[in-house]
């Protein structure tokens, strides 16, 4: 009789190659392009969600599991602003709209910009997705602000939470403040402009001295370079800034919206670039990796996913990976020729074509 190997002793042999060496910073190409063999997914099955409407946009997706059915949180901007919507799934591929989480609200420091990304997940790679609550609630970070247009105004960072159902659309309750602005006076110089997207995850408290972290985009200027920082927490409502430096910068151009997985003891920050000198494309998914959540190799192969269909030949960007029975699933952000932008995904293996397109 063949002896059954628990899932998570199997997860950490397949991943093996990933343990570091004590107190080592930067990562081995070797281990490096291994990493790159584990998540590449050259076959893109396409548009997964569209928006309803032709002057809206649909961006920024988080995909989690809850009682046996897959969800997506998702921006949904309306020519005005930002809102944070809910989708279902039965199999990553097909997904059905349910509705807002975290709309408009007027009169408020965030009255036209709610776009919120799932906080506190389970990030291990080929783990639950499963989104953990803290105090008794689930959290959620989110770009506030109350210009209306995209990416209008000073862009600041909000926290939401919910003691409700996590599959229910619902409102979520925001604060009468921003957990994070550009004027803040431990904020750096290459922040002082704006904020964008932000990333909570639970850490281990000997890494960084504290369990919460967020990674976060932002820049300093109207014409700057956008760069990835690090920003930590004990409560999820009072934040600090780790350094007043970024952890990840390129540049040139835009390094952006990171997306944490943990593979063994090794860290992975799915990321995009977009603007970058040399690239024959504007906006393309990549790759870093870390031993200690602050010191990040940067990979130096090919692209994860660029433009190259018709759905996404002007942008191909803002990731969001996770591996789910053997497959490898890259959602991310297609932007065509006509500006209309939808949620794309690519696999690892060959799931057939979808037969959504932009409306």
């Known amino acids: 009789m063949k002896r059954r190997i628990p899932a998570g002793l199997a997860l950490a042999a397949a991943l093996s190659f990933l343990q570091p060496a004590t107190a080592q910073q930067s990562v081995p190409q070797e281990t490096m392009k291994k990493v790159y063999e584990t998540v590449k997914t050259p076959y893109k099955y396409g548009l997964v969600l569209v928006p309803e409407r032709d002057e809206d946009m649909v961006d920024s997706p988080t995909v989690f599991r809850e009682k046996g059915k897959w969800y997506m949180t998702y921006v949904l901007f309306d020519s005005t602003g930002y809102e944070t919507w809910l989708a279902e799934s039965d ?20 009255s036209a910009q709610r776009g919120g990304y799932l906080a506190l997940q389970d990030y291990r790679w080929g783990g639950s997705y499963r989104a953990g609550k803290y105090d008794g609630r689930y959290w959620l970070s989110y770009i506030g ?39 803040d006076p431990d904020a750096g110089s290459w922040e002082c402009y704006t904020l964008y997207k932000s990333s909570v995850i639970r850490a281990p408290k000997r890494l960084l001295g504290a369990p919460f972290v967020m990674y976060y ?14 920003a930590l927490s004990d409560d999820l409502k009072t934040w600090r800034r780790y350094s007043d430096r970024p952890v990840l910068e390129h540049p040139e151009g835009i390094t952006g919206d ?19 000198k040399g690239k024959p494309y504007a906006a393309f998914n990549r790759f870093a990796c870390s031993y200690d959540l602050v010191h990040w190799t940067d990979w130096t192969g090919d692209d994860l996913i660029v433009p190259s269909e018709p759905y996404d030949n002007l942008f191909a960007h803002k990731s969001f990976v996770v591996k789910y029975k053997g497959v490898v699933y890259h959602f991310y952000c297609a932007v065509n020729g006509h500006d209309r932008r939808g949620i794309a995904v690519a696999t690892s293996r060959d799931m057939g074509r979808s037969s959504l397109q932009f409306r």
């Open 91 to 110: 199999d990553l591929l097909k997904w059905n709209t349910l509705g807002p989480i975290l709309s408009f609200a007027g009169g408020s420091w965030d």
């Open 145 to 183: 602000g109350s210009s209306q247009g995209y990416e209008a105004g000073m862009l600041n960072v909000g926290m939401a939470r919910t003691g409700g159902e996590i599959a229910r659309p619902h409102e979520w309750e925001g604060f009468d403040a921003p957990v994070m602005t550009p004027a």
């Open 217 to 230: 985009n932002a820049k300093g200027s109207a014409d700057g370079k956008e760069s990835i920082g690090i």
């Open 258 to 276: 990171a997306q944490i997985q943990k593979m063994g003891d090794l860290y992975v920050m799915f990321y995009f670039g977009a603007f970058w």
